[in-house]
T-cell receptor, first 114, second 113 residues
Framework: AQSVTQLGSHVSVSEGALVLLRCNYS??????LFWYVQYPNQGLQLLLK??????LVKGINGFEAEFKKSETSFHLTKPSAHMSDAAEYFC????????????FGKGTRLSVIA | SQTIHQWPATLVQPVGSPLSLECTVE??????LYWYRQAAGRGLQLLFY??????ISSEVPQNLSASRPQDRQFILSSKKLLLSDSGFYLC????????????FGPGTRLTVL
């Protein structure tokens, strides 16, 4: 079985500061990993995905994530937070083989303080 | 390009009334389709998913049901709504291939009074 743990249900940063959202996964087979963003009253938008091609993955809006197998982590970072980054962020995992749904974490709400 | 539609965008229904939410996908064939619910302050709960017409997998037993009458149409229904059915309902699709990433619709906000 696969699972995702997002550490911190709410993270608050100052505008211009580093954004770090933590995600740890559990998987008995090589995983595919994803980060999604959700703005209020909207659907989820794919930020980036890891599919084993490269451990450092760059996504949209200046976000990136690094796959660390030894730490079973896939943390999301952005060097400088912008007010528009305020949203809910979800980490998700699925098997790298087979046609199975993504398993989502419980989400982390990011607040950006001016 | 692919597009996913959901309607209605918002819905207010009395307890005990029926429900029908519709989701359609354009620009792809034989997609995997999903229904999720987000209750206030909670994460995503996978309700149903389908890998083909007439093939529905239920993840959580409850008073909701899903149907897939056409390749790119996914319907979420209930015969009698409960207060606990209130939430934000999201439909998603994936190709079923490669990384199988999911693409989400805009959602339906359901309030049961």
């Amino acid at each position: 079985a696969q699972s995702v743990t997002q550490l911190g249900s709410h993270v608050s940063v100052s505008e211009g500061a580093l954004v770090l959202l933590r995600c740890n996964y559990s998987s008995s087979v090589p995983p595919y990993l994803f980060w999604y963003v959700q703005y209020p009253n909207q659907g989820l938008q794919l930020l980036l995905k890891y599919t084993s091609a490269a451990t450092l993955v760059k996504g949209i809006n200046g976000f990136e994530a690094e796959f660390k197998k030894s730490e079973t982590s896939f943390h999301l970072t952005k060097p400088s937070a912008h007010m528009s980054d305020a949203a809910e962020y979800f980490c998700a995992v699925t098997r790298s083989s087979g046609n199975t749904p993504l398993v989502f974490g419980k989400g982390t709400r990011l607040s950006v303080i001016a | 390009s692919q597009t996913i539609h959901q309607w209605p965008a918002t819905l207010v229904q009395p307890v005990g009334s029926p429900l029908s939410l519709e989701c359609t996908v354009e620009g792809t064939s034989n997609p995997n389709l999903y229904w999720y619910r987000q209750a206030a302050g909670r994460g995503l709960q996978l309700l149903f998913y389908s890998v083909g017409i007439g093939q529905i997998s239920s993840e959580v037993p409850q008073n909701l049901s899903a149907s897939r009458p056409q390749d790119r149409q996914f319907i979420l229904s209930s015969k009698k709504l409960l207060l606990s059915d209130s939430g934000f309902y999201l439909c998603a699709w994936s190709s079923g291939q490669g990384a199988n990433e999911q693409f989400f619709g805009p959602g339906t906000r359901l309030t049961v009074l």
